[in-house]
């Protein structure tokens, strides 16, 4: 933000919106890109069949073991004596709904079944970070920027470099990521054409004689030091993009119901943005409260809320899209780790290490939990008292990114000398 | 996005064993009617005015008023113009000898709650979680309004990011009032060994932080964690997952008092029964066996004294102060003075602020919060109605006291440079003056005045003559499309409000 007297600026300030937005898109971007971008070079790749991301992340580290539950291990209903949910063929309320003989959803996750025997929904079980913090900030930040150990000029999200790395998915589009939320996910940073959105029904100037501010704003931001500028840029095309879009009445697909919940806003926001079809190739979405150190309540407390309006949302979602014929959607939902395998005396749990993701999409390999289970019995525990990590969530990226997103390099996301891929399987 | 309702949401304060229940935190829009309710009450408030300043800054002066308070006006440039730099910033150091009293009493009458323990708000406002939460908020945007103390309230600001509560988690609405006061308001320029001890000890943290069930024969590590990586050491790995399991035994008991309607509620209490009086080995230190409480205060002890943390504050007070990247040595500097004197807040300042330094300093970008208030202080305006501002921080996402995890909202460019609209919607909403409940005077932007010589004013009066020709260009021609008239001048001045020059400080 240095540039307050820019006398070589002049000529931009007779900028109108239109040709200003020209500018950029031709040859005069280079002009304009800001200095920290890097120049993009395009990876080849067949855009046309690529599919819409939506990273979630439940921030406040969940707890695998409840999302989702080991009940044919014993050693879980001893480290767990108040919190374990029941096997399903237990009576009462708390008991698993059996998944593979192996492993359950809670009741709460009741909502995500359908998906799941659709062979829509994935689970991925012991995997997450390979790093040992257990500090919140520092694990979603390794995690968004997809690196374990990072040095401190990585600032960039692993999303943000996928979109940088792939040509747009729309040759004239405005916008190819949201973060809905207030700051812009770290997952997304450095995304271009990347705007944070609040509500995305709600985008816009508000109060009189807006079209004159707009223009004058236009002109000023258009000289404006750099992060401004880009943001500002940014938010002008959103602005007249998401202005476009019926939010308020958009209707759902399959009689699909978004819970009446920020999470179900957010989710409703993103299908009808992805059925505009206006180039948008990424969403990120926030999902907190899962630091459960006490009252954790997996069965009708706390969290089991919490699953319920995750469950709802994500069925929901699922509904509207696959009912309504958009197969293109991947959903990767994912926490900085896991917690301690056993309960501590706050009738909660700290934080731990081996979390779990889900994979929710149409030419995702679901139906199952996809785990190479490391147990939870003496000496299987991560330092002894936490889940292990068997599959680095990079992995799952990674064949996302691969196989569905149009990025034949995983290194242009993932340039790390320490890690190499291992498939598992999880698109068909 | 969905508004749930706040207000009439009342989950009981204590589950059947007594204990204080963590109550889902809803997803807060403050009630219009919370709002409203307040206005008569709040009306000695509207005899209030910020005089009119400016954003811009050329000299180290005008940058040191700039980043000591949250906006400033001619009468303190002018002030410091008079006494010289060093004796401005003994002067707004020595804070007690500012006057606030009749800010305070103002205050004190509209938002009674700011007074009360615990034990008070309970019996008055159980039933009305959001009285004290909004109490709490509004005195935090009044003061750093209207309170001569600039650089206190600058400081209250980083310690309550530092010591982070959410006010509209479980029971912090009859916690955190106390904590604000008690904790923050008392030692923000005090010695931080004091601030640390008050927070350790304060009930609104060990609930926060859920220490209050830290027990001996199941540690809850969460306070122990935090204490070490958001409030001393940093995240630098200066100690292991080992030192933090010692500490969180060392804080077993550590809890509050729970006695309902008592005059205890809510006050700290160590509880020996169910502290773990084992021997302890924290950072290499031994702390022997049958400590008991004194257990956790050698802990504080070792963390206040240990190097990590002089590191640690200096570099945030630089980054909060100067800039996002302060220098290596001007970090050693700030840690010698907390070494030198003790974690001397006043002492470690004074090497933060230093002349020479502020000349170096590069823009920041203002945090909502801070827009919001130094457009206000910029304008000399009068807030008459504070519903308007409240909605605007909401939407903005920086509403005070409302950041959910512990780390405080972020001090970092990246993080509020993406969501520039709601800065805009603000800034769009200023001249509206019914709705935005804001009212500042014209002074000399008469409309008998050219467009080019209002631009001008509007230059001098809000950025000190330091505006880019080509924001000052866009005002003029957004002038000059139409009629002027005092709506047209008023706008004029939210578009000011809204330019890229006026993020910065």
Redesign the interface.
Known sequence: ??????KG??E??RLTRRNFVGLTAGAAAAALAPGWLPRVVYADSDSSSRDVIVSLFL??GADALTLCVPYAERNYYNLRPTLAIQPPDAGGANRALDLDGAFGFPPALEPLLEAYRAGDLLVVHACGLEN???????AMHFMEVGRGDPPASL?TGWLGRHLQATAPTLRDGVLRAV?I????QRTL?GGPLT??V??PAE????????R??EA??E???A???E???T??VN?FRT?DLLDDIDFRGYQPAGGAAYP???F??ALRSTAALIKAEVGVEAVAIDL??W?T???QGPVEG?MA?LMGSLAAGLGAFHQDLFAGGVENVVVVAMSEFGRHAF????G?T??GHGGLMLVLGGAVAGGRVLTDWPGLGDGQLY?GQDLEITIDYRDVLTEILTRRLGNPDYRTVFDDPGYTPRTHGVTV | MSASAFAGRREPVRDARGRLRRVPRPRLRLPDAALEGLRPAASGIRGLRAMRGAAGAATPEQRLLQRIGFGWHEAELARLGAIGYDAYLEEQLGYEALDDGPLESVLATAFPTLEMSAAEIYDGYGQQPVVPIVHLILAAVYRALYSPRRLFERMVVFWTDHFNIDLLSEVQFLLKPVDDREVVRAHALGTFPDLLSASAHSPAMLVYLTNDSNDKDHPNENYARELMELHTMGADRGYTQRDVREVARCFTGWTIQGRLGGNGLGTFFFDAARHDDGEKTVLGQTIPAGGGIEDGERVLEILAGHPRTARFISRKLLRWFWGYEPRRAAVDQVANAYQNSGGDLRAMLRVVLRRSRMARARPKLKRPFHLMVSALRGLGAELQDPRFVVRQLEAAGHLPFAWPPPNGYPDSEGYWSGLILPRWNFAGGLPARRASGIRFPLGNLEPSATPAQLARRIDNRLFNGTLSESTRTSIEQFLAARQVNPRRIREAVGLAVASPEFQEY
């Open positions: 933000m240095a540039n307050h007297d820019c600026c002049r931009y300030d921030r406040g040992p913090t257990r500090s919140h900030f520092e600032y973060g939320g207030a700051g812009l940073v705007v944070p609040r509500d985008f816009g100037l508000e109060g009189r004689s807006r004159a501010r004058a704003l002109v000023m931001y000289v404006a030091g992060p401004l500028q943001t500002a938010t602005i009446d919940d920020e179900g806003y907190g409260g630091d150190h006490d009252f706390h809320g309960e501590n005396a706050s909660g700290d934080h330092e």
